[in-house]
């Protein structure tokens, strides 16, 4: 088993800047990267980002490039991200996710992940 707790979510200005972050604990071996994905209500699930505990690959979802930035700390078993000029869009509840999977074409895909957070809250105000 792989327990997720996130942190760091709140409400924010437009333009402004939070960090997420996400402590991993349970079997390591089970997990290969560690996802980020946010559902706002009335949409599904959609991926946001995505990196890799062993060389810290990364992927990140065309609406997010260039303002968000995800990293780890494997002492720590801790993913972050970091998501600056914030929009009213990505108001959300974020979820983070481990999978096993090393395909990093796959990391989009909520399907691949076997063990979610229990989300956190974030609210970007106009």
């Known amino acids: 088993q792989v327990q997720l707790v996130e942190s760091g979510g709140g409400l924010v200005q437009a333009g402004g800047s939070l960090s997420l972050s996400c402590a991993a604990s349970g079997r390591s071996f089970s997990d290969y990267a560690m996802g980020w994905f946010r559902q706002a209500p009335g949409k599904e699930r959609e991926f946001v980002s995505a990196?890799?505990?062993?060389?810290?690959?990364?992927r990140f979802a065309d609406s997010v490039k260039g303002r968000f930035t995800m990293s780890r700390d494997n002492a720590k078993r801790t993913v972050y991200l970091q998501m600056n000029s914030l929009k009213p869009e990505d108001t959300a509840v974020y979820y983070c996710?481990?999978?096993?999977?090393?395909?990093?074409?796959?990391?989009?895909?909520?399907?691949?992940?076997?063990?979610w957070g229990q989300g956190t809250q974030v609210t970007v105000s106009s």
């Open positions: 990196i890799a505990w062993s060389d810290s690959s990364t």
């Open positions: 996710a481990a999978t096993s999977t090393p395909y990093i074409i796959m990391w989009a895909n909520k399907s691949v992940y076997g063990y």
